[in-house]
Nanobody
């Protein structure tokens, strides 16, 4: 059982990038999904989360209108489309999932750092 991320790298400010996270050993159908990130010297923060129940989403303020979380349950894959990237988006990005029944509100989960499974992390570097 694991989550495998891909799609990180180095880009210029204003560029776009898409991260992917594929589940193996289990299906995402009944899991809420999330992307977290940790910048150097900072605590890990929830970037975006999505419910498996109704598809509702949560975004931290700094990425609203720039990032989009999505899933393809047929492929057991989670995506994070990142547009208009800024140097302050530089961080290691982690995907995470939690069984839907375990969360009370999406926002509360997205800032809790609690998860059933974590990806290994992928580095995103945005230069000015």
């Amino acid at each position: 059982v694991r989550l495998v991320e891909s799609g990180g790298g180095s880009v210029q400010a204003g560029d776009s990038m898409r991260l992917s996270c594929t589940a193996s050993g289990f299906t995402l159908d009944y899991y809420a999904i999330a992307w977290f990130r940790q910048a150097p010297g900072k605590v890990r923060e929830g970037v975006s989360c999505q419910s498996s129940r109704d598809g509702s989403t949560y975004y931290t303020n700094s990425v609203k209108d720039r990032f989009t979380i999505s899933r393809d349950n047929a492929k057991d894959t989670v995506y994070l489309q990142m547009n208009s990237l800024k140097p302050e988006d530089t961080a290691v990005y982690y995907c995470a999932v939690i069984a839907q029944w375990r969360i009370t509100t999406l926002q509360r989960w997205c800032i809790s750092e609690e998860a059933d499974y974590w990806g290994q992390g992928t580095q995103v570097t945005v230069s000015s």
